[in-house]
């Protein structure tokens, strides 16, 4: 059974960074995509990074420049790092795998940026 558990969220102050991680377990990270995703209160989720198993990446326009995600797949993690952090970038932020088509969810690592 796969798990994906998040860490790295908190409180920071406009401008300030982060770094989230996702630990893996019960899969081989290097046959997954991965990705993080964010859900704001009274909005939808929406993507914000995935990475792919080859380390490809794509990012949402909002966070173009700013985030960078990558993957160690020996030590089964995947992390976000995000810079120049705004207040729009509070939400919750989920980890998210996809192996042989089956999607799995982390648990979510709330952001709260102040302004």
């Known amino acids: 059974q796969v798990q994906l558990v998040e860490s790295g969220g908190g409180l920071v102050q406009a401008g300030g960074s982060l770094r989230l991680s996702c630990a893996a377990s019960g899969g081989i990270l290097s046959r997954a995509g991965m990705g993080w995703y964010r859900q704001a209160p009274g909005k939808q989720r929406e993507l914000v990074a995935t990475?792919?198993?080859?380390?490809?990446?794509n990012y949402a326009d909002s966070v173009k420049g700013r985030f960078t995600i990558s993957r160690d797949n020996g030590q089964n993690m995947v992390y976000l790092q995000m810079n120049s952090l705004k207040p729009e970038d509070t939400a919750i932020y989920y980890c998210?795998?996809?192996?042989?088509?089956?999607?799995?969810w982390g648990q979510g690592t709330q952001v709260t940026v102040s302004s």
């Open positions: 998210n795998g996809e192996w042989f088509r089956i999607q799995y």
């Open positions: 990475i792919s198993p080859g380390g490809s990446t």
